[in-house]
């Protein structure tokens, strides 16, 4: 089934990039030092690390019993982060504390190879009979990817020769053969991982298991009818009333929009571009587009979030973006990002490193406190106090105000956020053959290998305060090489200079591309223009018609109460007003910020009626300057209302 065409765009290894000045380096200082030790002390206080010693030590509530059956996943994503945290930042110490939990996992696999803290010890009979609700094939997936990773970065195969033992039971299980359940995962993730699993082992069984996953699912029967008779039960009793909820309302390849809950279709996803990519298979890549243009087009958040709605913590219909109560999971902005990367590699084009770009830098890492100890699980575009846009994960409520907390009841987002800080540079550059495209703008040198020739990239930047990004090549011998620079879709005008020499290039699907032979001491000088933008909405997002939102290069800004007082539905910017950034160097260590005059306007406080006649009310309106700063920095400071989008005058 594999496509052994190897000459196409792929990731450049995490490995060869090193990261360690700039943005990036600042924010996987503050993972390492903060976010991972956090994630961990958690993992103890809550019993997820206990849990590995499969001792039935008391009985789970049953209210939190479900919870209970995704545990194994946030081990999984943890031990993922820490692999890459010391795949570029050594740390005995850290390495030990993973590898005595890696110790436990290896402990707790059953003779046959399936591993699960849940379902041994509490509901032995349930394995494997619920493949819709709950989340074995998910934990699997999660394990799988940490195992690949700690594998990669440290050369040990312990937890990786565990992850194939159960990767065997579960082969050994579902497929179409005789005597196998023809079954898939109701939360898709492994799909993904066993592509990892194929890529790492070289073994094709990973790649043919992924894709059988993919083909079965929605096929009729539909097997999680076919399960829950088993459990006595009818397709009606499914709490969300549809399969779209899973993605498997009908076989992938006929599927035409995104549906149902936002995590699980971006890994679902990001899986299928995975096996098109594997096996060339032409009809999964327009598949592949077909749902990415959907999404991108009609779905998507300015901040590169997706999913509105709570209720099913995914997506309802075109164009419904509530800004208040918008769910927008950090998990699901991650798996965009995800997504992303994975369609570049398909369909090399920069429109998908555009979105990898918006989701990493605004919906993604909104997620995480600026001190690194507080998550986000939503991710709204307003906030005001007593809207609470999680729903059932409820309790971030600070004297009525939208706030980051330490923990969840479901805690998918904290190590997730963790895990693509930790692996950033493994988005910063791709190669295909003699190509190297950037992808990412940002301080770190990297290493490449073209026609066996060995050569380097420093890369020095302010990026994303400043839109100049200077590149050195470091080559002890020339060597020949196409260097493909992105041009995001948020600038409209650059300049490209190469030793000092203005050139001029035609873009190609996004990308200067810049071949020749270069030698050791070669400079490239990359200016984007990167001015303050006013955005406007799709006339068909009727929740923010007639508002503007300001960007300047990757980054979505809004307004806080701490800046800009109370009352931020009631501001209004002015089409004629001259917006300015400003870098603000006791801000959250050094930030720009856009500054403008805009007006408020409300009526007169001493007034108690509900409703007035406009006739008879005197309208006011006051000038003031206003300061918008970076949407993933917003609640870290005093509680208060925040607005991404604002009225336009």
């Known amino acids: 089934m594999a496509n052994n065409n190897r000459d196409r765009a792929a990731p450049v290894p995490l490995s060869q990039v090193v990261i360690d000045s700039g943005f990036w380096a600042e924010r996987q200082r503050v993972n390492r030092e903060r976010t991972i030790p956090a994630i961990y002390r958690q993992l103890e206080e809550t019993g997820r690390i206990k849990a590995w010693s499969m001792a039935r030590t008391h009985d789970i509530p049953k209210e939190r019993s479900t919870v209970h059956m995704f545990w194994d996943s946030d081990t999984g994503k943890w031990l993922e982060s820490v692999a890459y945290s010391l795949a570029t930042h050594p740390d005995p110490d850290l390495k030990a504390q993973a590898e005595a939990l890696i110790d436990a996992v290896a402990g707790a696999q059953q003779a046959d190879g399936y591993l699960n803290t849940y379902f041994p010890v509490l509901h032995p009979e349930g394995k494997w009979t619920n493949l819709r609700d709950w989340h074995e094939m998910y934990n699997a997936g999660h394990l799988i990817e940490a195992g690949v990773a700690y594998h990669q970065a440290t050369g040990d195969p312990k937890l990786l020769d565990v992850l194939l033992r159960f990767a065997t039971h579960i082969d050994a299980t579902f497929g179409v053969d005789d005597g196998k359940l023809r079954g898939y995962p109701g939360h898709p993730e ?103 243009d959907d999404l991108t087009r009609r779905q998507m958040y300015l901040h590169g979030g997706v999913g509105p709605s709570h209720s099913n913590e995914g997506f309802t219909f075109a164009y419904d973006m509530p800004t208040e109560t918008a769910y927008a999971e950090t998990c699901a902005a991650i798996a965009l990002a995800f997504w992303a990367q994975r369609m570049f590699h398909l369909d090399p084009d920069s429109r998908y490193i555009n979105i990898m770009e918006r989701a990493i830098y605004n919906g993604s890492l909104s997620g995480l406190s600026f001190d690194g100890a507080g998550f986000f699980y939503a991710n709204p575009l307003a906030a005001y106090p007593g809207v609470n846009p999680m729903g059932r994960w409820s309790g971030i409520l600070d004297s009525g105000h939208f706030r980051r907390v330490d923990w969840f009841f479901c805690p998918c987002c904290p190590p997730n956020i963790s895990r693509l800080i930790a692996s950033i540079g493994e988005y910063s550059y791709s190669q295909q053959g003699n190509r190297v495209y950037v992808q990412l703008y940002h301080e770190n040198s990297a290493a490449f290998d073209v026609a066996r020739q060995g050569f380097s990239l420093e890369q020095v930047t302010e990026y994303p305060w400043d839109g100049t990004i200077v590149f050195e090549v470091n080559a002890e011998q020339p060597v020949s090489f196409e260097l493909a620079l992105r041009i995001p879709d948020w600038c409209h005008d650059y300049q490209l200079l190469v030793n000092g020499e203005r050139i001029e290039v035609e873009l190609e699907r996004g990308y200067a591309l810049l071949p020749r032979q270069w030698s050791g001491g070669d400079r490239v000088e990359l200016a984007l223009a990167m001015p303050v933008e006013r955005v406007l909405p799709h006339r068909e997002i009727r929740q923010v018609a007639g508002q503007v939102a300001l960007q300047r290069g990757p980054l979505i800004y809004c307004l806080e109460e701490a800046d800009n007082g109370p009352r931020l539905a009631n501001v209004c910017i002015p089409s004629t007003t001259e917006l300015e950034a400003i870098f603000d160097g006791e801000l959250f260590g050094g930030v720009a910020v856009i500054k403008g005059e805009a007006l408020r306007i409300e009526l007169s406080p001493d007034n108690s009626a509900l409703y007035r006649f406009h006739s008879r009310e005197q309208v006011a309106e006051s000038t003031f300057r206003f300061r918008a700063i970076p949407y993933y920095l917003w609640a870290n400071r005093e509680p208060g209302e925040m607005r991404v989008w604002l009225r336009s005058c």
């Open 190 to 292: 492994l799909e993904l991982a066993l592509v990892k699993l194929y890529r790492e082992t070289g073994q094709e069984r990973w790649l043919n298991l992924a894709a059988y996953f993919i083909e079965e699912r929605g096929q009729e029967p539909r097997y999680f009818d076919i399960e829950a008779a088993r459990r006595g039960e009818k397709r009606e009793d499914f709490w969300a009333q549809t399969y779209r909820y899973c993605q498997a309302h009908a076989p992938l390849r006929e599927q035409t929009e995104a549906n149902g809950h936002a995590v699980r279709a971006c890994y679902l996803y990001a899986g299928i571009a995975d096996v098109a990519l594997e096996t060339g298979d032409e009809e999964l890549l327009t598949l592949s587009r077909r749902l990415w």
